[in-house]
């Protein structure tokens, strides 16, 4: 199970932090994403990390606005997102990925970015 947090509203040039924390006792076994979805578009990945946190993929929309850390003692990971903008509005979703048939998602939180 993952349980997103730290969603909502914020004026253009604004902050946020999400947190998602896994409920499982190998987190360290799993590649961890976030991914966004807007209204009308499709979900779109954000970001990656692998297993040990050495190592993250950004999408070009993000690079140098977001920052994606994990804490495996604490089975959590966060997104650090500065200067937001109103493009950057839609629904986060946190995920978890191992392998085939170990896919899970969280139920996902609000991003507004609105003045």
């Known amino acids: 199970q993952l349980v997103e947090s730290g969603g909502g509203l914020v004026q253009p040039g604004g902050s946020l932090r999400l947190s998602c924390t896994a409920s499982?006792?190998?987190?360290?076994?799993?590649?961890m994403s976030w991914y966004r979805q807007a209204p009308g578009k499709e979900r779109e990945l954000v970001v990656g990390?692998?297993?040990?946190?050495?190592?993250?993929g950004y999408a070009d929309s993000v690079k140098g606005r977001f920052t994606f850390t994990r804490d495996n003692a604490k089975n959590t990971v966060y997104l650090q997102m500065n200067n937001l903008s109103p493009e950057d509005t839609a629904v986060y979703f946190c995920?978890?990925?191992?392998?085939?048939?170990?896919?899970?998602w969280g139920q996902g939180t609000q991003v507004t970015v609105s003045s």
């Open positions: 995920n978890a990925f191992r392998g085939s048939g170990q896919d899970y």
């Open positions: 499982t006792s190998s987190f360290n076994s799993y590649v």
């Open positions: 990390i692998t297993r040990g946190g050495a190592r993250t």
